[in-house]
């Protein structure tokens, strides 16, 4: 169908219904083609409809999910997919998008749930996306939850590759930091740096462990190294300006201030840069 002629698609479904209303095709096309010119109050009508005579059908459900998001009403779109998963007819794609929309919501243990029921559905094939949501609930410091997800993934029965299993140790490294659990954490981030001493994300996990607790030269070193590779500059930048904010040296954390937002402007770091300036320039009066 010609992305150009939807509305007169859709006016087309609208005048085959008048003479079959009950057709099953002719209001999907309807639906399809109302939520392609953005008529989402007239594609939730006939879904109803649909749902109504059809509540066993996946696509239904999934299509009203989805327009209740593109209408932001998230809450409402959890609740088909909820509803999805209660009848037994949610794929692992519906059931990572409902985990993604209770963390909208705030509601982890919600969140989790689905997820697990996603890797549960499809045997841990595909574990990228077990280590997507792993990352979204530690995003939001669901230690828990993150635990709980990573003993899934571990026992989903499909071998993790190399880099899916390099993931998954910075992931529980990065939460047993968090949670008292440094000691454990440090050894294997040192392990993977032993293994590959340019993991961007390792030195910066690293570097926060040395810098917790009180190991200041190794934690700038690991900071420094971090900051001459592609794509983690900016962060590295921004530690390596908060160790020296710790020993009073103001106006050298300026200078990597400004080289982070140099290399990845941010509003959260400007306020910090701004604030540090009025640091030094007391400091120097």
Sequence with gaps: MNQNRFASAEAAYGQALVFEP???????????????????????????????????????????ANIYIQKEQMAAASGSLEILRRLGKAQPQSL????DLYMNQDVPDLAC?????????????????ALRASQIVISRGAW????????????????????????????????????????VAIGVLEKILERNPLDGEA?????????????????????????????????????????LVRNKKFTQAVEFLQKAQRAK??????????KIEQLARVGRS
């Excluded at 890797?119 to 094939?125: F, H, L, N």
């Excluded at 971090?226 to 300006?241: D, N, Q, Y």
Aim: include cysteine; hydrophobic fraction near 40%; glycine fraction near 8%.
């Design 144 to 183: 828990d939850e993150a635990r709980t997800l990573f003993s899934k993934i571990r026992s989903a029965g499909k071998k993790l590759s190399d880099a899916d299993e390099l993931k998954l140790l910075k992931l529980e490294s990065k939460v047993a930091l968090a949670t008292g659990g440094g000691a």
């Design 203 to 243: 030195l910066l996990l690293a570097g926060d462990y040395y810098a917790k607790n009180e190991q200041i030269e190794k934690a700038d070193f690991r900071f420094d190294t971090a900051s001459k590779l592609t794509g983690f500059e900016a962060e590295a930048f921004v530690k390596r300006a908060q160790l």
């Design 96 to 99: 990572y998008l409902l985990g």
């Design 22 to 64: 009950e057709n099953v095709d002719f209001k999907l096309g309807a639906v399809k083609c109302s939520i392609s010119t953005g008529n989402y109050d007239r594609g939730l009508a006939l879904l109803n409809e649909l749902i109504s005579s059809h509540p066993d059908r996946e696509l239904l459900w999934t299509l009203q």
């Design 265 to 274: 402007p941010r509003d959260n770091v400007q306020r910090y840069l701004e």
């Design 113 to 129: 749930e689905a997820y697990l029921q996603a890797i549960d559905k499809d045997g841990g094939a595909n574990p990228s996306k």
